[in-house]
């Protein structure tokens, strides 16, 4: 089963939580979604449960070990709705996308041939009601019999699955969209029959109305399924993305892989990390990986969204998923299985999907009693017009094509009885409520727009997100690796001597010369010893300073590293520190005036500047510069053409920071400077308390995970840590921050679709009812009819995944 332990902040206090997955179906309105729901939440040891309509999926959360899925799917498979869990390997997820593909087909072919009929029979039907024209090309078209076996035909063939589910859902106390639908065929069906039967009661045969029901119903209902088909592609095609073959060297040599390895195909979900593998031209690259031998183009367009195929050569990192199109390569497999890259974008895209918009809770509460609402609503329709209307009004009639008013025309009177007219006005009421477009109205539009945002590459984890980045008006970036290129370099190395600093520089063979506190050893070999013990942008630029120079790296023990501020180590006996000036101060180094004056001086010019202490004496400074992205000023431009406030958080000193912030047009009143990462969450909690603003944070690393988590909207970079990447509720795959706009952009525009949704959905219902009860009745003579009703709630439907599915005009732009 696929179950995703969840690790708990207090496992003793709290028990771990596990996440199982249900394929639900026969789920038709929002009534459903709250049967099927309340279903699984009344099963002991569920702790919370979220369904969605659209893509027909149940996610359950449980403590460990206290659910069976399989008893689970039993529960709501006896309840009416056939359910199988969602098992996790990548060959049954081949055969759930094999077997949902089937399911839809099988689907939309049975909602034809019901259309098919309901359609022939609807066209006897109105001939036939249009009198003269009926009768010149077959008499029989207007004999009440025969629209008699035309009604009873469309009940018992293309109505039958509606009527038997409807009548379940009852059985069940769970009445859906079906009942109502059924209640009112069945009801206008009786009636007919009746007056049929007994004519001398001067009643109104409508056999009409029951056919056109349907009809107009099964072809909303068509439409309906064909767009949610369209709505659900994107995902469907991103699990059709999960290679399943890899071709295994099972005895791998380096030195002769290219001349034709011994291959053996072998279940991609089979490798394991550590393993080669052969990719030729075509392939599906199997696992993520590093290639070893050979070099060729992908295309990396699932991934980036992005035509231009990207060259590969040893040593690049290739992703599953993305395509070899040129040349024979051989990888070696990094990640596997689940662990992929594209597995945990599978993984994301379906969770966006069944996380609700808080939004979504009105909408949910309504559909929850929504059913017995409208029952009750049809029955104080049907009491009010038998008992009161018809008798206030008492020249009002219906007629069974239309409604109309008829006045001073006694005849009439008697063939609309008054109980007739109450019975059509109630069966109006329960046909033209709408459940099913309340219930489709978000998660249609979640479901496209996290489908467009994985296209390009833009991971939005959830409705629930959407509506807090359509809210935000602060978007704070992280300066280093965020608005920079995160690949600073050496500029300068300052090595001081008697407190007299003697400017070396970086490109010059004077980087041998050993520094005063410590002679075997030159400032940049200490740092590049130190700073083999982190990975922070700054170590890899000291590290490679001292590589280009083909210096030798002594080796360093005993480290220490302090986030966001400095780093230590033992070489060659002796302590040396590295950090920032506050940070080094802490340690009891003392910073001379000229020093100071140095440093003040480097970070004017933008610099990062990174003090070396040997022992308990500064031993020199050095100077790492970082450029900005190339997309970095249209982003902040654009951001705050949208309205937006964009800030800078940075660890680093001010002076580095306001000139990256200059570079790019940012005030200097939001640039925050010498933040620690421990602070980083508390001053985005500042703003959010003080100025109750909605904040998004841009960042990529560990350091910023605190701050990723405190936002409202935590963004993070593909490029970044996998902790920041988990933390975050949107990842950019394509690392550009442009695509910070492009995302806050598509959460907008899918918010209102959202909201677009659910006010025609409330509309509908707002308005078709009271005017299927009647309303203008009286003074206009104006009523929806049984078969207008219906029309009116198919369409409303259709309208509502119609509308979500114009999203894809953003994928175009």
Known sequence: MQLVPQTQLDPELTPTLEKIILDVGGMKCAGCVKAVERQLTQYSGVKNACVNLATEVAVVESEVGTVDPEMLAQRLT?????TQPRTASSKASESTIEDSAARQRQQMQTAFQQLIIAAVLLVFSGIGHLGNIGSSILPILNNIWFHFGLATVALLIPGRPILVDGWLGWRRNAPNMNTLVGLGTLTAYTASVVALLFPQMGWECFFDEPVMMLGFILLGRTLEQQARGKAAAAFRQLLALQPQIARLIANPDPENIGLGANTVEIPAEQVKVGEWLQVLPGDKIPVDGEVRFGQTTLDESMLTGEAVPVMKQPGDIVTAGTINQSGAIAIQATRTGNDTTLAHIVALVEAAQTRKAPIQKLADTVAGYFT?????????????????????????????GGMEMMMNHAAHITNNSPLLISLKLAIAVMVVACPCALGLATPTAILVGTGIG??????????????????LDTVVFDKTGTLTTGNPVVTDCLVFAEDTPNEISFTSLHLHTPTPLHPSHSLIQLAAAVESGTHHPLARAIQQAAQQQQLSIPEATDFHTEPGMGVSAVVDGQTVLLGNGDWLSWHGITWSETAQQEAQKLATEGKTVVGVA?????????????????DAQTTVDKLRQMGLRVMLLSGDRPEAANAIAQQLGIDRADVMAGIPPAKKATFIQELQTKSGAKVAMVGDGINDAPALS???????????????????QIVLMRDRISDVVESIHLSRATFNKI?????????YNTIGIPLAAGVLLPNWGFVLSPSGAA??????????VTNSLLLRRLAHR
């Not at 006896?78 to 056939?82: I, Q, R």
């Not at 029309?791 to 509502?800: D, H, I, K, P, T």
């Open 454 to 471: 994985a296209e390009r590459g833009l991971l939005i984890k959830g409705g629930d997100v959407l509506e807090k980045a359509h809210q």
């Open 710 to 728: 405190q936002a409202d909207v935590g963004i993070a970079l593909h490029s970044g840590t996998d902790v920041a990447m988990e933390t975050a």
């Open 755 to 763: 909201r677009q949704n659910l006010f025609w959905a409330f509309a």
């Open 614 to 630: 040997v022992g308990e004496s500064l031993a020199g400074l050095i100077g790492v510069q970082d450029t900005t992205r190339p």
């Open 791 to 800: 029309a009116l709630m198919a369409f409303s439907s259709v309208s509502v």
């Open 372 to 400: 017995y609402g409208i029952l009750t609503a049809s029955v104080l329709t049907f009491i009010f017009w038998y008992c009161f209307g018809t008798h206030i009004w008492p020249d009002i009639t219906v007629s069974g």
């Open 78 to 82: 006896s309840a009416g709705f056939p």
